[in-house]
């Protein structure tokens, strides 16, 4: 006979409720997977917009962000630890040769932007679902790695025009900084199809929505 309180460890997928004649079952709410969420777009295109809308709004989601490593110097208000780790170019190169990364990138020369293995292991081991807001080579390095354990979404501007209007307002790149942005933009919209999904912000309340639904999905999936 079993002792009051020992039980099984694995709970019924239905919650019995007594009634007079008859049982009810009412099916229990399954808990989300943790997995692994990868963005990339071109520079200006709305993604950490996107992302931290989503991070704010949805906490149910247990969203937490996978650092990134950059060799920059910070923007704005941008803080060590929070937006980015802030590397000199010759650390991150040390991190390199010590092969830290799961994945790096040097968009131009001595600016380097990548993904620490140990980052993203240790969020993993807290149960915690991982953002990856990286370069698109970085996000398709990272999805080639994990396979089916992570979703990568391609963030996309409607045109060109419209990306320019965006950087410009930022006012955080001289004129120079942005023409080079756009010019690579342009490459880097060469990646869209090796995403799982392509959003299209032409519209940042549809975009958000969009993007919630299709993180939403693949969290629900067995």
């Not at 020992?6 to 808990?31: A, D, H, L, M, V």
Request: hydrophobic content about 35%.
């Amino acid at each position: 006979m079993l002792s009051k309180g020992n039980c099984s460890s694995k709970e019924p997928p239905f919650q019995t409720i007594p009634s007079p004649g008859k049982r009810i079952y009412i099916k229990k709410k399954r808990k989300m997977k943790n997995g692994l969420l990868i963005f990339s777009a071109p520079s200006g295109s709305g993604k950490s917009t996107i992302v931290n809308w989503l991070m704010k709004e949805h906490p149910e989601l247990k969203l937490a962000f996978s650092i990134s490593c950059t060799s920059r110097a910070p923007r704005g208000t941008e803080q060590n630890g929070v937006e980015y780790f802030f590397l000199s170019p010759e650390e991150f190169k040390a991190k390199i040769e010590a092969d830290e990364f799961l994945e790096y990138e040097e968009v131009y020369q001595d600016r380097f932007y990548g993904t620490l293995k140990s980052q993203v292991e240790n969020q993993l081991a807290k149960g915690e679902s991982v953002i990856f807001d990286v370069d698109v080579k970085g996000g398709v390095n990272i999805k080639k790695f994990y396979g089916e354990r992570a979703l990568s979404i391609f963030v996309q501007p409607p045109s060109v025009e419209e990306l320019r209007r965006r950087l410009v307002g930022r006012n955080t790149d001289a004129p120079e900084v942005i023409e080079q942005r756009l010019a690579k933009a342009s490459y880097e919209l060469t990646f869209a199809p090796q995403f799982d999904h392509v959003v299209v912000n032409d519209d940042l309340e549809k975009a958000q929505q969009e993007v919630y639904q299709l993180v939403k999905t693949f969290l629900d999936a067995e």
